[in-house]
């Protein structure tokens, strides 16, 4: 079993709707949970990270957070064919290690 | 304010080859992180240094692999020799102190091993 789960999608969705991002992870002990998103041959650049249960908010893009359920999930509202990439989402867990676990990421596509 | 630089952005080497790989991360940025990506995988982690210390090497793969930040600013990985398994993309990041301060991406290092 994998560390930190995606869907690769892709997933599609038209501009102005609400895309879904879900990601699932296995070890209890992760504390902190980040969205990155990648352009197509460029460095990943972080959207959002949250580290309590419930919802963030900022701007378009939402995350929410559930430990029991071991799941964190972003949502983007209003999506724009700028919004098309892959979202990959990392944890961190607890004590002094840094280190990012990542997932495979999630392509969305945002058709005009 | 720059970001976070790699050099060479892409690099084709053959099979025993050695191949060094820099990363200058942004001004007064402690944290300094490798990860790979292997074509198909996960970004995986290989090092964190804070300053010149390797903070945590438990992801570099083997020890055909050494990474050093000497007076902690840019930092080098070098490969020797270089195998096929190794091609993929490396990329660096930084990061100021703080638990959940943002890391900061290279635009990555295009490694194939041929």
């Known amino acids: 079993q994998k560390e930190v789960e995606q869907n690769s999608g892709p997933l599609s969705v038209p501009e102005g709707a609400i895309a879904s991002l879900n990601c699932t992870y296995s070890?209890?002990?992760?504390?902190?949970f980040f969205w990155y998103r990648q352009y197509s041959g460029k460095s990943p650049e972080l959207i959002m990270f949250i580290y309590s249960n419930g919802d963030k908010e900022d701007g378009r893009f939402t995350a929410q957070l559930n430990k029991a359920s071991q799941y964190v999930s972003l949502l983007i509202r209003d999506s724009q064919p700028s919004d098309s990439a892959t979202y990959l989402c990392?944890?961190?867990?607890?004590?002094?290690?840094?280190?990012?676990?990542w997932g495979l990421g999630t392509s969305l596509a945002v058709n005009p | 304010e720059a970001g976070v630089t790699q050099f060479p952005s892409h690099s084709v080497i053959e099979k025993g080859q050695t191949v060094t790989l820099r990363c200058d991360p942004i001004s007064g940025h402690d944290n300094l992180y490798w990860y790979r990506r292997v074509m198909g995988k996960e970004i995986k982690f290989l090092l964190h240094?804070?300053?010149?210390?390797?903070?945590?090497e438990s992801g570099m793969p083997n020890n055909r692999f050494l990474a050093e930040r000497t007076g902690g600013t840019y930092s080098t990985l070098k490969v020797q020799p270089a195998e096929l398994e190794d091609s993929g993309v490396y990329f660096c990041?930084?990061?100021?102190?703080?638990?959940?301060?943002?890391?900061?991406f290279g635009q990555g290092t295009r490694l194939t091993v041929v």
């Open positions: 990041a930084s990061s100021l102190p703080g638990m959940n301060t943002e890391a900061f």
């Open positions: 070890d209890r002990g992760s504390q902190s």
């Open positions: 240094f804070v300053k010149e210390s390797k903070q945590d």
């Open positions: 990392a944890v961190r867990k607890i004590g002094n290690n840094r280190k990012l676990i």
